[in-house]
Protein backbone atom coordinates (compact mmCIF):
# COMPACT_ATOMS: atom_id res chain seq x y z
CA UNK A 1 0.00 0.00 0.00
CA UNK A 2 1.09 3.15 -0.21
CA UNK A 3 0.62 6.22 1.70
CA UNK A 4 -2.51 7.01 1.88
CA UNK A 5 -3.78 3.69 1.83
CA UNK A 6 -1.90 2.58 4.54
CA UNK A 7 -3.33 5.30 6.54
CA UNK A 8 -6.58 4.47 5.60
CA UNK A 9 -6.02 0.75 6.76
CA UNK A 10 -4.69 2.13 10.33
CA UNK A 11 -7.89 3.77 10.64
CA UNK A 12 -9.65 0.62 10.05
CA UNK A 13 -8.05 -1.39 12.93
CA UNK A 14 -9.17 -1.44 16.50
CA UNK A 15 -7.03 0.51 17.98
CA UNK A 16 -7.42 -0.24 22.32
CA UNK A 17 -4.50 1.72 24.55
CA UNK A 18 -1.08 -0.65 24.22
CA UNK A 19 -2.02 -2.00 21.53
CA UNK A 20 1.12 -2.93 18.81
CA UNK A 21 0.86 -4.40 15.67
CA UNK A 22 3.51 -5.68 12.58
CA UNK A 23 2.59 -4.40 9.15
CA UNK A 24 4.11 -6.00 6.47
CA UNK A 25 1.75 -3.78 3.90
CA UNK A 26 4.42 -0.95 2.91
CA UNK A 27 4.52 -0.22 -0.72
CA UNK A 28 8.89 -0.32 -0.52
CA UNK A 29 9.15 -4.09 0.56
CA UNK A 30 12.61 -2.01 2.22
CA UNK A 31 10.58 -0.21 4.45
CA UNK A 32 8.73 -3.25 6.29
CA UNK A 33 7.98 -4.61 8.59
CA UNK A 34 5.91 -1.55 10.15
CA UNK A 35 5.44 -1.49 13.63
CA UNK A 36 2.65 0.09 15.19
CA UNK A 37 1.97 1.31 18.94
CA UNK A 38 -1.05 2.68 20.36
CA UNK A 39 0.06 5.09 22.83
CA UNK A 40 -3.03 6.24 23.92
CA UNK A 41 -6.03 8.86 23.90
CA UNK A 42 -5.57 12.66 25.06
CA UNK A 43 -7.58 15.79 24.13
CA UNK A 44 -5.79 17.73 20.94
CA UNK A 45 -6.22 20.93 19.86
CA UNK A 46 -5.91 22.00 16.10
CA UNK A 47 -6.83 25.23 14.28
CA UNK A 48 -10.24 23.71 13.74
CA UNK A 49 -10.99 22.98 17.33
CA UNK A 50 -10.69 20.41 19.98
CA UNK A 51 -10.84 16.47 19.60
CA UNK A 52 -10.85 13.62 21.59
CA UNK A 53 -7.73 11.21 19.93
CA UNK A 54 -6.37 8.01 19.83
CA UNK A 55 -2.55 8.18 19.37
CA UNK A 56 -0.26 5.73 17.76
CA UNK A 57 3.16 5.69 16.80
CA UNK A 58 4.31 4.39 13.72
CA UNK A 59 7.94 3.00 12.52
CA UNK A 60 9.36 1.84 9.08
CA UNK A 61 12.45 0.43 8.34
CA UNK A 62 14.52 3.27 7.52
CA UNK A 63 17.06 5.09 8.87
CA UNK A 64 16.40 8.56 7.15
CA UNK A 65 12.94 8.32 9.27
CA UNK A 66 12.07 8.49 12.49
CA UNK A 67 8.40 7.43 14.05
CA UNK A 68 5.19 9.47 12.60
CA UNK A 69 2.84 9.82 15.27
CA UNK A 70 -0.94 10.16 14.31
CA UNK A 71 -3.81 12.19 16.11
CA UNK A 72 -6.73 10.52 14.90
CA UNK A 73 -10.36 11.23 16.18
CA UNK A 74 -11.46 8.66 18.55
CA UNK A 75 -14.55 7.64 16.98
CA UNK A 76 -15.88 5.26 14.32
CA UNK A 77 -14.38 8.40 11.93
CA UNK A 78 -11.22 8.32 12.78
CA UNK A 79 -10.32 11.74 11.20
CA UNK A 80 -6.54 12.47 11.17
CA UNK A 81 -6.43 16.28 13.06
CA UNK A 82 -2.97 15.63 13.27
CA UNK A 83 0.23 14.14 11.93
CA UNK A 84 3.61 14.19 12.87
CA UNK A 85 6.88 13.13 11.73
CA UNK A 86 10.42 13.69 11.82
CA UNK A 87 13.54 13.16 9.40
CA UNK A 88 17.43 13.54 10.01
CA UNK A 89 17.37 15.10 6.88
CA UNK A 90 14.89 17.07 6.63
CA UNK A 91 13.56 18.01 10.32
CA UNK A 92 10.30 17.86 12.13
CA UNK A 93 7.13 18.07 9.81
CA UNK A 94 3.49 18.83 11.58
CA UNK A 95 0.19 18.51 9.59
CA UNK A 96 -2.90 19.53 11.12
CA UNK A 97 -6.47 19.63 10.36
CA UNK A 98 -7.65 23.52 9.80
CA UNK A 99 -11.59 22.79 8.96
CA UNK A 100 -14.18 20.08 8.98
CA UNK A 101 -17.10 19.95 6.58
CA UNK A 102 -19.92 18.18 7.35
CA UNK A 103 -20.97 16.25 10.07
CA UNK A 104 -18.98 17.72 13.09
CA UNK A 105 -16.38 14.17 14.71
CA UNK A 106 -16.38 16.24 17.75
CA UNK A 107 -20.18 16.48 18.41
CA UNK A 108 -21.33 12.71 17.65
Not at 71 to 82: C, H, M, Q
Amino acid sequence: MDQLSFLYYVRSLPLPNGAEYTLVHHFDPGRNPVSLKVLGRERTRVPAGEFETVVVEMRVRDERVSAMRLFLTDDASRIPVRIESSAPWIGSTRLLLIGVDGADPRTE
